[in-house]
């Protein structure tokens, strides 16, 4: 790595997280126990307050003509059963709304902290946050779950907590992965001239939008991961990321 990188920002699917356990273990996880968790912490403000959020998407949802799965009247002991059936019905599409990806964050930090979640890890990742923060460069992240998800990930993976090794987590609240302006952001709130950051992602439209911006960008291709390489530098581990 040029020695004049202060900074690396790290993307997590596909990059230092296999791209399967989002899809396989954390959004199956998030379904799964939406009903549980919602009885069991009905009364948490911060619970109603993704509800109140979900109750205004499922009536935008009945507006525009979709058809999501009918909210039961309120307080009845239906209600919970429907919520979580939409709340099932959203994920199965993909939906990154604020209110369900708050709901998610809070379903899956139970989950780690019970035990039935732990965040896989490529092998290369632990040494290598250890070796950039030692030699004085700070890590980030950049993904588009929400910065609590991306904590808990990073502090609950198979090879303990990596927490210690990030300075800064960014999450769609400064903007698109694809814009130009996000990558300015970061840049603006790490306080760092664009060319003294490296941008680690496995997307080339991220890593166009990174350049444009200034930064320095590596293409990670993870194995069984086919990826046109555009015109990056390309790894397949972070072991040939040394300061
Ligand atoms: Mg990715």
């Known amino acids: 790595m040029d020695g004049d990188v202060r900074s690396i920002i790290l993307d997590i699917e596909g990059t230092t997280t296999p791209v399967e356990f989002v899809y396989d273990v954390l959004f199956p996880h998030a379904s799964e126990q939406s009903a549980v968790f919602l009885a069991q912490?009905?009364?948490?403000?911060?619970?109603?307050?993704?509800i109140a959020g979900l109750r205004d998407e499922h009536a935008r949802d009945l507006a525009t003509g979709l058809e999501p799965p009918a909210w039961e009247i309120?307080?009845?002991?239906l209600e919970i059963m429907s919520i979580a059936a939409y709340v099932r019905w959203l994920i199965s599409r993909d939906r990154k709304t604020t209110a369900l990806k708050s709901l998610q964050g809070k379903?899956?930090?139970a989950g780690y902290e019970?035990?039935?979640?732990?965040a896989e890890i490529y092998d290369d990742v632990p040494p290598a946050l250890d070796r950039w923060t030692r030699s004085g460069v700070q890590v980030g992240v950049f993904s588009s779950g929400s910065v609590l998800a991306q904590r808990l990930l990073f502090?609950?993976?198979?090879?303990?907590?990596?927490?210690?090794?990030?300075?800064?987590?960014?999450d769609t609240t400064?903007?698109?992965?694809?814009?130009?302006?996000?990558?300015?952001?970061?840049?603006?709130?790490?306080?760092e001239p664009a060319p003294a950051i490296?941008?680690?992602?496995?997307?080339v439209a991220e890593l166009d939008a990174a350049k444009t911006a200034g930064m320095k960008t590596t293409l990670c291709v993870r194995p069984g991961r086919l990826i046109d390489r555009g015109d990056h530098p390309a790894v397949a581990t972070f072991d040939s990321i040394c300061p």
Do not use: M
């Open 41 to 50: 912490h009905w009364s948490d403000h911060g619970v109603q307050r993704d």
């Open 74 to 77: 309120a307080a009845s002991p």
């Open 107 to 109: 379903i899956w930090r």
């Open 114 to 118: 019970a035990g039935l979640l732990r």
């Open 155 to 170: 502090a609950h993976t198979t090879a303990g907590d990596l927490t210690v090794f990030l300075s800064n987590y960014f």
């Open 174 to 191: 400064i903007g698109s992965k694809f814009e130009v302006g996000s990558y300015r952001h970061i840049s603006g709130a790490l306080d």
């Open 198 to 203: 490296l941008f680690v992602s496995d997307v």
